[in-house]
């Protein structure tokens, strides 16, 4: 990025480039232009050296032992819980729970708080646009209880149909489960107004946060929500961890998840008792050092601008959208006002595999495909698409070879 | 566009067959199908045949995808007519083992033709679903 594009959005992109040692790398002797950021963000040195200095200075297990190093990786361990909480603005570390990756929260979720409450006919709503993490834990519940899904509708610009949502909560509703930001559409969802709308109903309301997580600021008191989930590798730290947010009532209320140690009080040969949360969902040992990782990227993220750093993620994504139409025969999913840094598209008479792999050969990194997110490919009548997704460490010199690169493939296959 | 493989992988044959498929379209006495789909990136081929007298006298396929999976199942179609069952097995298997690196292709062979495609081996399986679709179909003997 040159100096009046630093200026214009007062974020100096050059030097937070410089903090991710993969972007300097090349792809078949061609500059990396990594837009796969919604599938995996790349790490900064912030968060590599955090995790390399807790293996070689504070490493144990913790909660059990009473030596020096398991303290301490308790204390870490303990302190990303707390690094999780301010991220998210929640009343209290033990409203967050650590889990192997987002995925499993929601797994977590629809084991312990809602299969318990679920007679035949009993319904869940979610949206046209989740992903199949927040889709296939409520088809176990539809397979094995009887419960039924409730699809809200998206229009064809990719805006939630709130009224339609609305219409779908009644007196069997047992949870209402929305993306707070679409991964294929981009679009962020009006959280607040889901959450006020479920609990009109006495209906608690969960968040999909693993797009919005790094995208736009999350404050679980000021939407209320009941239920907030997001995973590290998404916002610049480690995979194989979650976070799963929840308001207490509802976790001293809720069973065990997994069985193990760790998650209990007393365990005896024809009886036991468990721990409170949120030690009590988590069984065994948990990911540690990638919870060092997930602190290391809380803090990345807390000490750089946030606005500015938005201001830059939607100005590459104008520009982007901006080229793309400017481009023959390129259709964009997805144009909600406000959406977040994320482009869906296909290229007449390409399909969308064919062009990952060409502009891959260029050194540009898309996804191509259904993008966990099966329904919403049908509710858009396609099989599969591109998407472009942005980071903070994209620029506008990268969206440039990005739609350069399409366009010669799609002169390729023409 | 002749970075790192990628002519070998979309060779003129392929792009063409990709552009303008042949032997798409029902078989209504099909005597035997077999489909399949990717469940990476959702593409789907059904291939139909009518076999009489032991020999396969009239083939077609109906898919959605990518250049690779669509071409692969037309040249494969395209292939079949006149072909006895046994050489039907033999045509399905000797593309599987060339495919996935068992066996070098034979000179001039289908196989050989898409053989570009082991230089990008996430895209094996594009080139596979045609294979397994009609393997499928020439399982489901009546």
């Known amino acids: 990025m040159n100096a009046a594009q630093t200026a214009r959005t007062g974020f100096d992109v050059a030097a937070m480039r410089r903090e991710f040692p993969i972007l300097s790398r090349e792809v078949y002797g061609k500059k990396l232009v990594y837009l796969d950021n919604a599938a995996s963000a790349q790490k900064p040195r912030a968060v590599i050296d955090a995790m390399r200095q807790f293996l070689e200075t504070d490493y144990a297990n913790v909660h059990r032992g009473v030596h020096f190093l398991s303290s301490r990786a308790t204390d870490h361990y303990e302190a990303a819980r707390e690094a999780a909480r301010r991220f998210l603005n929640a009343p209290a570390a033990d409203n967050i729970i650590l889990t192997h990756g987002g995925t499993e929260a929601f797994n977590l979720v629809a084991s312990s708080f809602t299969s318990p409450m679920i007679a035949p006919g009993d319904e869940i709503v979610i949206s046209e646009m989740e992903h199949h993490a927040n889709i296939v834990p409520w088809h176990f519940l539809r397979e094995r209880q009887g419960a039924v899904i409730r699809w809200a509708r998206i229009g064809d610009d990719g805006v939630l149909d709130l009224d339609h949502l609305q219409s779908l909560i009644g007196p069997r509703t047992k949870l209402v489960a929305i993306t707070h930001m679409s991964n294929v559409l981009g679009t962020i969802t009006p959280a607040r107004v889901i959450a006020d709308m479920a609990h009109a109903r006495g209906v608690p309301v969960l968040f999909d946060g693993c797009q919005a997580a790094v995208h736009a600021r999350v404050d679980v008191q000021a939407i209320d929500a009941d239920f907030y989930i997001f995973c590290g590798h998404k916002i610049y730290g480690p995979t194989g961890i979650g976070v799963l947010y929840a308001k207490p009532h509802f976790l001293s209320a809720m069973r065990p998840y997994q069985g193990g140690g760790e998650m209990i009080r007393e365990v005896g040969f024809d009886a036991v008792t468990y721990g409170d949360a949120p030690h009590r969902f988590e069984a065994g040992t948990p990911p540690i050092m990638e919870a060092v990782g997930l602190a290391a990227a809380i803090r990345f993220l807390e000490g750089i601008d946030h606005a500015a750093v938005h201001a830059h993620e939607q100005a590459l994504l104008a520009h982007a959208t901006r080229r793309l139409r400017a481009a023959n025969g390129i259709r964009i999913f997805g144009e909600a006002p406000g959406k977040g840094a994320i482009i869906a598209f296909d290229v007449k008479g390409v399909h969308p595999h064919d062009l990952a792999t060409v502009i891959d050969r260029e050194g540009v990194a898309i996804r191509a495909g259904h993008h966990c997110a099966h329904p919403l490919m049908k509710r858009l009548g396609v099989t599969a698409t591109g998407r472009a997704s942005f980071a903070l460490y994209n620029t506008m010199e990268e969206v440039d070879v990005f739609v350069a690169a399409l366009q010669r493939a799609r002169e390729f296959f023409q | ?142």
Do not use: W
């Open chain 2, 1 to 142: 566009m002749n970075a790192a493989g990628l002519d070998d992988l979309y060779r003129e044959a392929i792009l063409d067959h990709g552009r303008n498929p042949r032997c798409v379209g029902k078989l209504d006495d099909a005597t035997h199908t077999g489909c399949d789909a990717n469940r990476l990136c959702g593409d789907a081929v059904t291939i139909r045949l009518r076999i009489a007298d032991g020999r396969i006298d009239a083939a077609r396929f109906e898919g959605e995808g990518c250049a690779i999976s669509q071409a692969s199942a037309s040249m494969l179609t395209e292939a079949l007519v006149g072909m006895n069952l046994d050489d039907a097995h033999a045509h399905a298997s000797s593309m599987r083992a060339a495919l996935e690196g068992r066996q070098a292709p034979a000179g001039g062979s289908l196989a050989a033709l898409l053989s570009g495609v082991r230089a990008f081996p996430e895209r094996i399986s594009c080139a596979l679903l045609s294979v397994h679709a009609l393997e499928r179909a020439l399982g489901a003997a009546p």
